[in-house]
């Protein structure tokens, strides 16, 4: 199985500030690569598809970008709806993974 | 606009099967995969498995063959898995997820096995 290794697990940060969250794969996954918002007892939600795409509806200030096999959420200037936890996908060869999850608060 | 309706929440005994439902509307259903996830608090999310509504074809991660089963009634736009030999570490939150990227998610359905 592809190991999808999602860091750091926790993160506190301030209002306005850049957060970013990535996400390591133990092999090449091509741009297999979503990731999801979620709100406590909500589901998840689709943030960003094809490692860089923005889902529809998605505020601008998310952006989704790759290196090799890592690949990075980035949120610009961090808003209080913001919070929640966050987690990767990778759906290139099943079973489909998905890393371990960031709970981002505010600081 | 697009909206998965997952089924209530359900208290099952051990050793025992449960269905789930997950009701499309706003697309055709036919058109999209229909994936199924668990969570849990300790376990975070697993994929359990994918079913094409069109061909009723199937993807089972191993971890979940012979526990979970995975079927559709296009008739009524439904897709359902059914859960067997029911245990306490079956007690989760299971979704219904739409497309390989799962872009729809439905609300979730809780089920606790427990005596």
């Known amino acids: 199985d592809i190991q999808m290794t999602q860091s750091p697990a926790s993160l506190s940060a301030s209002l306005e500030e850049i957060v970013t969250i990535t996400c390591q794969a133990s092999?090449?996954?091509?741009?297999?690569l979503s990731w999801y918002q979620q709100k406590p007892g909500k589901s998840p939600q689709l943030l960003i598809h094809?490692?860089?795409s923005l889902a529809d509806g998605v505020p601008s200030r998310f952006s989704g970008s790759r290196s090799g096999t890592q690949y990075s959420l980035k949120i610009n200037r961090l808003q209080v709806e913001d919070t929640g936890i966050y987690y990767c996908l990778q759906h290139y060869s099943a079973p489909w993974t998905f890393g371990g999850g960031t709970k981002l608060e505010l600081k | 606009q697009v909206q998965l309706q997952q089924s209530g929440a359900e208290l099952v005994k051990p050793g025992t099967s449960v269905k789930l439902s997950c009701k499309a509307s706003?697309?055709?259903?036919?058109?999209?995969?229909m994936n199924w996830i668990k969570q849990t608090t300790g376990q975070g999310l697993e994929w359990i498995g994918i079913?094409?509504?069109?061909?009723?074809?199937?993807s089972y991660n191993v971890k979940f063959k012979g526990k979970a089963t995975l079927t559709v009634d296009k008739s009524s736009s439904t897709a359902f898995m059914q859960l067997s030999s029911l245990t306490p570490e079956d007690s989760a939150v299971y979704y219904c997820?739409?497309?390989?990227?799962?872009?729809?998610w439905g609300p979730g359905t809780m089920v606790t096995v427990s005596s």
């Open positions: 997820a739409r497309a390989r990227v799962m872009n729809f």
């Open positions: 092999q090449d996954i091509g741009n297999y």
């Open positions: 706003g697309y055709t259903f036919t058109s999209n995969h």
């Open positions: 079913i094409n509504p069109g061909s009723g074809g199937t």
């Open positions: 094809s490692a860089t």
